[in-house]
């Protein structure tokens, strides 16, 4: 008998939730169905039939509104809502915004009491709380010792109207006698104080309260972890433990025969034609088959309604053959992304692997695989796939179609001046075109008229930003299946990183201002210097879901996982004196008005940059530092007061016959060092050859020369290369018939994605503010492919502002991670008085600063390495790492890492490296390291 009245009590209840619920419609929670906030059974004797009759009677409540005193409410209240329950007269005031400011009451409908309760709140003065800061922080201020409770709630604004129209989901947060109420992108839109905490406390699910000039209703209580991770915010994407144990349940191999699928197939005779006739393209069971995760049935269910038979996907053996272990994995990630296996309902991935891993290939290897198969009836995936890339690399990624495929399996487009989009269209010989990014913006008309099924963004950091041209043209494209490849981090700024994110799932971390609260602001807040420990555990909790989120389809693998593969790498940082005429002008630039009023702040139209570009000049060959002040005085015109300024009286410094025409190599300390390291190289290992690089055309004019006046045939790359030539300029120099011996490249017009492996030998003549630059360079020879054991030389100016920056580059390197340059600043633009008296200081007497600076007790007398048991620390560069920068030494860490490089003063008796030994008396200091020591050269 009893057990039947609770089942009628909860009929009606159901019946009344229903009922609820469809006036609950307007919310997003109700829209989307969200399963947590829908009414649930109230267990028995917690509520009973007079509750729901109070409940309605509750719901009829009156509401009155009317303005009240400006007095009463605090000086700037734009409007003033004084609430007044039925039962109980208490008062409110609130601002339009929601914030409460000072007397606040409430009704609250308890179902958990037999009787409808409506609470009282003492009236309280006004109490303001702060802006900034965390919820919880904000709502302890009342009740420290209190517990902190969130709640997914649904309100509307106050309102005597019986059926209310729920406005929006929100979160509300209570604490004491405190709540704040925050919409779904975590904006605040509502705060209350004075409520009684013990009321507070026991709040549950179906209550109702007036936060402000809101009513809410709570929907469903949430863990404090949700919250804290930011999860509560998600409209449900990625959330849920299903979305990992379907990737668990996909990754196991398998191979069933083609088996009964959910969707059943119309007839018996269908099933067992199609059964019969849908076989693995290629045998799943042979040595080293790479075959893709089966889908799940939910991916089932949702992808194969026509009940066609799954079958395996199996990665043809002609390219599975050559993959490295890495590779196998990455093909798996990209399959399972695309085909919207690892986060329900969304098919776009990033491959952000170190440079040089082999992301071309992976991605051949996917489109190969889905253009010829699919996991349901055989039917491939793709008919068309696009593959939009830097102007240089287009005609790479056509080469290395034939190369891992042969040139009879498939016929890919190349888009060029002689080959356009409409005869990719009309032919039926192509499945796949390749187009640079410049080329994609003159023929996104034709291109949007083509139905892609894969795009594929090469060197897709470029889209990092969501208004350029070139990112809306691309997300104009109806192409859903998005691949961006990138071998540079792409989170140390995390506003590009949602552009990214953006771009290949879009709507997955809800709109920029949703993302920017519940993950940029306390994530950059955590990491201030004056956060507190809330703070800094929310930044943690909320960086960390971010990733755990967006790891699902971003994958990064270091350059690790393949150095095993790869021939011996010695780097040497060469740091070369500078000749007596650099020293002279290095110190009349110093002693110049210009640089003094730069110390002194004055940084209007930013002198000192120009300051700096002098310096770097004069540290290549003081010949370019020539040139610059006699263009400079050829333009009387111009109004660069603060140049002229800079070069007053340094003309005098030069001998009076000088000129720029002729380089003279004994005026430039780098330029000493490079002429005898390659004289070393080409003496010592005449069949191999060198890749010279500067950031700068005119240093690669006086490189040129140098080339010119020994004798060493020689190529040349940079920004004036047409694009359609730097293909063929590159295959020529590693084809082993080339005769160049020296391969000239600027770092920012070929840094990217080129592969140099003729040339086993790589100088660095001059340095960039930026280490991924660098990073870039150095990457072009140590790759798949190189034969020989790989040297990359830096050449560094000693005592000269290119150690400074040196020095700049490897503390930012390891550091990013807390010095990421969030307020946007470009990077070597905005200094501080002291950096830049530390810029513009000149150490004469040092025979490296950088050594100096490591406190190192070597005095550079001995071949020394550090063999302290201190590991040299995993450089860090992305700003969701967690416990970021706090080394534990007054050192950056990668000083501490350079300290684990072998170093050696220039006047050291025997150098074991040849090369150096021919070198070292312009040299002054050496740091030295080698990767992959004991790996054979010719091993690829
Ligand atoms: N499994 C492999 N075996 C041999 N060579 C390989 C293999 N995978 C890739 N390579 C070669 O390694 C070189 C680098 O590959 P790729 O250009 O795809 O690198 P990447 O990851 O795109 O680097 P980047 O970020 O610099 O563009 C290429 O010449 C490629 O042919
Ligand atoms: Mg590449």
Not at 716 to 725: A, I, N
Not at 899 to 911: R, V
């Amino acid at each position: 008998m009893f057990y039947f009245l609770i089942n009628f009590k909860r009929c009606t209840l159901v019946k009344r939730a229903v009922q609820l619920n469809m006036r609950r419609s307007a919310a997003p929670s109700q829209v989307l169905g969200n399963a947590g906030k829908k009414p649930r059974f109230t267990p028995p004797g917690k509520c009973t039939a007079v509750c729901l009759k109070n409940d309605t009677k509750e719901m009829d409540q009156e509401i009155k509104l009317k303005e009240i005193d400006e007095k009463e409410g605090g000086a700037s209240l734009l409007s003033k809502i004084n609430i007044k329950n039925q039962n109980e007269n208490s008062t409110q005031s609130v601002e339009s915004t929601g914030k409460v400011k000072t007397k606040a009451c409430f009704s609250i409908n308890k179902c958990s009491k037999a009787e409808k309760k409506t609470l009282n709140v003492p009236k309280a003065d006004a109490l303001y709380l702060p802006t900034s800061g965390t919820a919880k922080e904000e709502a302890a201020q009342e009740a420290p010792d209190c517990l902190v409770k969130y709640f997914s709630v649904v309100w509307c604004k106050a309102s005597k109207k019986k059926h209310k129209k729920w406005e929006g989901d929100a979160i509300l947060i209570t604490k004491g006698k405190s709540v704040i109420l925050k919409d779904m992108e975590g904006k605040d839109i509502g705060r209350g104080t004075g409520y009684k905490a013990k009321e507070l406390d026991s709040l549950d699910e179906g209550q109702t309260l007036m936060v402000g000039g809101k009513e809410i209703e709570v929907m469903s209580v949430i863990s404090a972890d949700d919250f804290n991770s930011g999860r509560c915010f998600q409209a449900g994407i990625g959330t849920h433990e299903t979305d990992v144990s379907a990737l668990s349940q996909t990754s196991t191999k398998l191979f069933c025969k083609p088996f009964k699928n959910v969707c059943q197939p119309s007839t018996k005779e269908n099933m067992l034609r199609d059964s019969q006739s849908c076989k693995p393209r290629h045998d799943p069971n042979a040595t080293n088959s790479l075959v893709m995760p089966r889908p799940n049935a939910s991916h089932q269910w949702m992808f194969n309604k026509a009940g066609l038979p799954v079958v395996d996907v199996v990665v043809d053996p002609y390219i599975a053959s050559n993959l490295r272990p890495h590779q196998r994995e990455g093909i798996i990630f990209l399959y399972e992304c695309v085909m919207g296996m690892r986060v329900g309902g969304r098919s776009g991935a990033i491959l952000a692997d170190e440079m040089g891993l082999g992301k071309t290939l992976q991605c051949i290897a996917l489109v190969w695989t889905l253009l010829r198969q699919g996991p349901y009836g055989c039917r491939p995936v793709l008919k068309r796939a696009l593959v939009v890339t830097p102007g240089s690399l287009v005609k790479n990624w056509k080469k290395e179609f034939q190369k891992w495929l042969g040139s009879e399996r498939i016929k890919v487009f190349t888009v060029d001046q002689d080959h356009k989009v409409e005869e990719f269209i009309s032919s039926p010989l192509y499945s796949v075109m390749i187009i640079s990014y410049e080329m994609l913006l003159r023929s996104l008309d034709q291109i949007q008229a083509v139905e892609f099924n894969l795009l594929i963004c090469d060197e897709g950091h470029r889209l990092k930003n969501s208004t350029i041209k070139t990112t809306t043209a691309l997300t104009s494209l109806s192409c859903e299946r998005r691949i961006i490849l990138t071998g540079t981090p792409i989170q140390n700024d995390l506003q590009e990183f949602y552009a990214l994110i953006e771009f290949v799932n879009p709507g997955i971390l809800g709109s920029l201002s949703t993302y920017r609260k519940i993950y940029e602001e306390p994530i950059v807040r955590s990491r201030e210097p004056s956060a507190t420990e809330e703070e800094k555990e929310l930044g943690e909790k909320r960086a960390a879901e971010l990733t755990r989120l967006t790891g699902l389809f971003i994958l990064r693998r270091t350059q690790e996982v393949i150095n095993k593969f790869l021939p011996p790498k010695k780097e040497s940082i060469i740091f070369c004196r500078p000749t007596a005429l650099q020293l002279e002008l290095y110190r009349k630039l110093l002693s110049s008005r210009v640089i003094t009023s730069c110390l002194q702040g004055r940084l209007e139209n930013s002198p000192h940059l120009i300051c700096i570009g002098a310096l770097k000049k004069l540290c290549n060959h003081p010949c370019l530092l020539f040139k610059a002040i006699k263009e400079k005085s050829c333009d009387p015109m111009s109004e660069e007061y603060d140049e002229s300024s800079l070069y007053e009286g340094v003309i005098d410094v030069f001998p009076q016959d000088y000129t720029s025409d002729t380089f003279c190599e004994t005026d430039s300390g780098k330029l000493q060092v490079l002429v005898k390291l390659l004289a070393a190289i080409h003496e010592l290992n005449s069949s191999e050859r060198v890749v010279l690089v500067s950031n700068y055309t005119q240093t690669l004019n006086v490189l040129q020369d140098v080339c010119k006046h020994y004798g060493y045939s020689y190529t040349r790359l940079d920004g004036h290369t047409p694009v359609s030539q730097r293909q063929h300029i590159v295959d020529a120099f590693n084809s082993k018939f080339s005769p160049a011996f020296i391969f000239l490249l600027s770092s920012k017009a070929g840094g990217v994605g080129l592969n140099l492996v003729g040339a086993s030998h790589l100088i660095l003549y001059d340095i960039d503010w930026n280490p991924a630059t660098d990073i870039q360079a150095m990457a072009r020879v140590w790759r798949d492919g190189q034969k020989h054991a790989v040297h990359i030389y830096r050449l560094l100016t000693t005592g000269s502002i290119e150690e400074k920056i040196y020095q700049r580059q490897i503390s930012k390197q390891d550091l990013s991670g807390a010095v990421v340059d969030l307020s946007k600043t470009s990077e070597h633009t905005h200094f501080s008085i002291e950096e830049l008296k530390n810029l513009f200081t000149l150490h004469e007497d040092s025979s490296c600063v950088t050594h100096d600076l490591l406190e190192c007790d070597c005095m550079g007398k001995v071949d020394h390495q550090n063999t302290s048991s201190e590991k040299p620390p995993v450089s860090r560069s992305c700003q969701l790492e967690q416990n970021h920068g706090k080394p534990n030494s007054k050192k950056p860490l990668s000083m501490s890492q350079l300290m684990q490089w072998k170093h050696f003063s220039g006047q050291h008796q025997t150098l074991a490296d040849p090369f150096l030994e021919r070198i070292k008396e312009n040299v002054s200091f050496i740091f030295q390291n080698v990767t992959n020591p004991t790996s054979p050269p010719n091993k690829t």
